[in-house]
Nanobody, 123 residues
Framework: QVQLVESGGGLVQPGGSLRLSCAAS????????LGWYRQAPGKQRELVAA???????NLADSVKGRFTISTDNAKNTMYLQMNSLKPEDTAVYYC?????????????????WGQGTQVTVSS
């Protein structure tokens, strides 16, 4: 019913930039959480950036000043702009959304994950 499809990953040199996209499809009634996670080899998944309840954004300290999260509501797409990339940014990046959908007359709440996109920062 709902799918999140990611794109934009790749191999870049330190200091380079990438923009990740997360396109949502399906009938979404509401969005209660929207953000980006990443997981590097041997490490646990961490929250990178997210929209807060008041509409502002929250960034992990490790990416603050370098990453920007945004949406294009007309395209049902969320973006993660990554600048000044460092080798330690290397990870699989996942978009995440906690949304509600209509199941008949009832509202169903579900967490959805993108398939993940690999970002590798290396010279």
């Amino acid at each position: 019913q709902v799918q999140l499809v990611e794109s934009g990953g790749g191999l870049v040199q330190p200091g380079g930039s990438l923009r990740l996209s997360c396109a949502a499809s399906g009938s979404i009634f509401s969005i209660d959480f929207l953000g980006w996670y990443r997981q590097a080899p041997g490490k646990q998944r961490e929250l990178v950036a997210a929209f807060t309840s008041d509409g502002s954004t929250n960034l992990a300290d490790s990416v603050k000043g370098r990453f920007t999260i945004s949406t294009d509501n007309a395209k049902n797409t969320m973006y993660l702009q990554m600048n000044s990339l460092k080798p330690e940014d290397t990870a699989v990046y996942y978009c995440n959304a906690f949304v509600s959908t209509m199941d008949g007359r009832a509202r169903k709440y579900t967490t959805y994950w993108g398939q993940g996109t690999q970002v590798t920062v290396s010279s």
